[in-house]
């Protein structure tokens, strides 16, 4: 791990963005899921990811859904914001309003369909560090993107203070061994948060050197993942396997959704949203087109596996 302390670090729930059943934004429902977060002792929160549905949201929904989160936090922890557009340009659109609207740090991926290399992946990141006010980190999710951020990337934009950390959604866990030994070895100095968002095996990679976790399971059981980062930071390797054990069990509500007519998003997000509904968190579980809300049977399963981790 890098010498000098991540910033960003700890507990980073990648908050779900609450729907009415008219496919607005739920700020009470919001409010509550945030309140509820902070409760448990999350160390951030992370606004507008994938789990936020944001790039099925308009801009008008994303800046209520980001300025919602900044006020109910209120200071309490760092809020970061995601910024995840196709292009440069149109991510410093939302750089700019991320930052009036109150967020401590951006997120943006590598772009997306437009067709690009790693000297424009490279060129992105650094025009838009260049021009943002705010610290930024690189969201690896290649299933989305389909371009996996190299380590040599990372590990010179670390160093060279471009990129104040690394959101991994790669499930490269390889990879992100090499990255954690890289940054160590090149930019010890840097404070570079390494962030793992493979939330089924947290306990993992904090062995091999995470600075924390964004875990989209975190939205249904922050004080599980919450207790599994203690664990992990104390030296309890044993308390931490028997965490993520439960957690990975917990997961399996993503299973719930009938792979007939549902993928993906659907039956990730479906199955988070579902959970909070159940636990009395959020009003619906009302998700945006294309996708589906589940239904009564599935429903059902979620309720099972809430059941078994002792969540109801």
Avoid at 10 to 24: A, F, M, N, S
Avoid at 165 to 191: E, H, M, Y
Wanted: negative net charge; aromatic residues 4%.
């Amino acid at each position: 791990m890098s010498t000098s302390a991540p910033r960003f670090a700890g507990v980073v729930p990648p908050t779900v963005t609450p729907l009415t059943e008219e496919g607005e934004v739920d700020v009470r429902s919001l409010e509550r899921l945030v309140e509820r977060l902070l409760g448990a002792g999350v160390d951030g929160i992370f606004a507008l990811g994938s789990s936020g549905e944001t790039v099925f949201l308009t801009d008008r929904q994303r800046d209520q859904a980001l300025e919602t989160v900044v006020k109910t936090v209120g200071g309490a922890v760092p809020v970061i914001a995601g910024c995840i557009e196709p292009t440069t340009r149109r991510v410093l659109d939302r750089a700019e309003a991320s930052t009036r609207l109150g967020a401590d740090a951006l997120v943006a991926t590598a772009p997306f369909y437009a067709i690009v290399g790693p000297h424009e992946i490279e060129r992105h990141f650094r025009s838009i560090a260049a021009a943002a006010e705010l610290p930024l980190l690189a969201y690896d999710i290649p299933v989305c993107v389909h371009t996996k951020l190299s380590t040599d990337l990372l590990t010179r934009l670390a160093a060279e203070g471009v990129l104040a950390g690394v959101k991994d959604s790669s499930g490269d866990d390889v990879a992100f061994r090499q990255l954690v030994l890289s940054i160590a070895d090149q930019a010890p100095d840097s404070g570079f948060s390494l962030l793992t968002g493979h939330e089924v095996v947290v306990d993992a990679m904090m062995l091999a050197g995470a600075s924390g976790s964004v875990p989209g399971l975190g939205n249904v059981d922050p004080a599980g993942y919450v207790r599994l980062h203690q664990a992990s930071i104390g030296g309890d390797w044993e308390a931490a396997r028997r965490e993520q054990d439960r957690l990975t069990r917990l997961f399996r509500i993503v299973d719930a959704a009938d792979p007939a007519t549902s993928a993906g998003a659907t039956r990730g997000v479906g199955a988070f949203k579902t959970a909070l509904a159940l636990l009395g968190v959020i009003a619906t579980n009302a998700v945006s087109l294309p996708m589906r809300p589940l239904d009564a049977d599935e429903t059902a399963r979620v309720r099972t596996q809430l059941e078994l981790a002792g969540l109801l």
